[in-house]
């Protein structure tokens, strides 16, 4: 999932009808409007179409969410050489991102692989051979002129400090230790990697699955906190739509 949202500050103050007044301002103080850069979230006319999906839900006063993936390096950054075109990566996110609030309360776990086993209770379990957490990062998205802000909330993958192999760290085995984090983090360093070898399908997957299980996770969430006690699950389908 991919959202190409463009600059949030041009739209925020653009479904305000403030952009003349905004952008004289900043001129006054040396800064010109258009320069603010754009999340690397996307790429392309879907992720395009999605941004026009969200901003129209917002401005219509929908109750709607997106949910995507909070990707390092989204989108390539271009650089022309003598050689000709170059693609490096587009590191959107080393100055921070000042329209995103990180929600370190809100986290899934998402398991790969694994296996069902039975537990002590005698009910089937199932436990990942590959355990991450999900964290939540939320974008605003302001709607033209009406006070509705829906969200965009994003996901970071992380592991989970009880899966650090602290053991091996502490014997010298850093990069046996490190691997656990760098498979957690890679879901989210880049929007479409290549996907020629088993090992770029395997990551395209656990990316779509990522999604999905956060998303749905978070969903069910919201939804029983909102229900209070008891949870009454037939409103269910009648209360949400995805």
Not at 33 to 51: H, I, M, Y
Not at 172 to 186: C, F, I, V
Request: aromatic residues 12%; glycine residues 10%; hydrophobic residues 40%.
């Amino acid at each position: 999932m991919e959202f190409l949202q463009g600059r949030a500050l041009l739209n925020a103050i653009g479904n305000l009808e403030l952009s003349g007044a905004y952008a004289q301002a900043l001129r006054k103080l040396g800064h010109n409007l258009e320069d603010e850069p754009d999340a690397a979230l996307g790429n392309g006319g879907l992720g395009r179409l999605a941004s026009f999906f969200l901003d129209s839900l917002a401005t219509l006063n929908y109750p709607a969410w997106g949910y995507g993936l909070r990707y390092k390096y989204g989108l390539f950054k271009q650089l022309i050489t003598k050689d000709g075109q170059e693609e490096v990566a587009e590191n959107w996110l080393e100055m921070g991102y000042p329209w995103e609030i990180v929600r370190n309360d809100v986290s899934y776990p998402v398991k790969f692989y694994g296996e069902v086993i039975k537990g002590s209770n005698g009910k089937k379990e199932w436990v990942g051979g590959e355990d991450i957490m999900a964290v939540a990062y939320d974008v605003p998205i302001p709607g033209y002129k009406t006070k509705t802000t829906i969200n965009l909330r994003l996901w970071s993958t992380k592991v989970a400090p009880e899966f650090f192999d602290l053991c091996a760290f502490n014997a010298g085995e850093h990069a046996q230790a490190y691997e656990t984090l760098k498979k957690a983090e890679k879901i989210c360093y880049v929007l479409y990697p290549g996907d020629e070898s088993n090992e770029g399908k395997t990551l395209r997957l656990k990316q779509q699955y990522t999604l999905c299980s956060a998303s749905l996770q978070d969903i069910i969430a919201r939804f029983e906190r909102r229900s209070g006690e008891p949870v009454n699950w037939n409103a269910f389908p009648e209360k949400v739509a995805v």
